[in-house]
């Protein structure tokens, strides 16, 4: 079974730059999740999508992070403007459904602003 | 959101059993006791869940309290594979908003 997909896995940009980030979950996978880690702290989910709808944005940013996830399955997050405090390592996960007790998650992309 | 505490770091020697505990007094009746770790430079991977009863799989076993305000994940012989960020997290089961709730984890080193 293939994990989860995620590009591109670096990325150094200048702040005020736009970044996006892409996500291909694992085949099935209802629900679709975002997280930035910053060095040194646990994950802080960004996002949750339910197919394509959004389940929970409480933490996201959205002055300047979006995220699509249009036809229920790849995600993209974007920032637009980027700050230096954006740098950080962004994890997508997917489960099976919001009730699934196991998240998958991917590689990351580690996020670096200057 | 009901929160855990871990140590900062631990230290094992290799094939030793390895006792991570986390307390988690605010937890409330529906909080499941999850635990996820994060080899470096990777995603953070499932390793064992549970709610009231201890739990075994082939990772490792979970050892919940009476009271279930901690609980102690066992690694019954570390391998230098083994190191990694070991995050304890509390998650409620019940509605849609299900999501974990990280924290800082405990950094477990092995040495051969």
């Known amino acids: 079974e293939a994990g989860v997909a995620q590009s591109p896995r670096y990325k150094i940009i200048e702040k005020r730059q736009s970044v996006a980030f892409w996500c291909n979950p694992i085949s099935g996978h209802a629900t679709l999740y975002w997280y930035q880690q910053i060095l040194g702290q646990g994950p802080k989910l960004l996002i949750q999508?339910?197919?394509?709808?959004?389940?929970?944005d409480s933490q996201l940013p959205k002055d300047r992070f979006s995220a699509e996830r249009l036809k229920g399955v790849d995600s993209t997050l974007k920032i637009q403007p980027a700050k230096l405090e954006d740098s950080a390592v962004y994890l997508c996960?997917?489960?099976?459904?919001?009730?699934?007790?196991?998240?998958?998650f991917g590689p990351g992309t580690r996020l670096t602003v200057t | 959101d009901a929160k855990t505490t871990q140590p900062n770091s631990m230290e094992s020697n290799e094939e030793e059993p390895v006792h991570l505990p986390c307390n988690h007094s605010t937890i409330s009746g529906t909080d499941y006791i999850h635990w996820y770790r994060q080899l470096p430079s990777q995603g953070p991977e499932y390793v064992i869940h549970g709610l009231t009863s201890n739990v075994n799989n082939r990772m490792a076993s979970l050892a919940i309290a009476e009271d279930r305000k901690s609980s102690t994940l066992i690694l019954h012989r570390a391998t230098l594979r083994d190191a990694a960020v070991y995050y304890c997290i509390l998650r409620r089961n019940a509605g849609n908003n299900r999501k974990l709730i990280w924290g800082l984890g405990t950094s477990l080193a092995v040495n051969p």
């Open positions: 999508f339910q197919n394509n709808g959004v389940v929970d």
């Open positions: 996960a997917s489960s099976l459904t919001v009730e699934s007790y196991e998240q998958y």
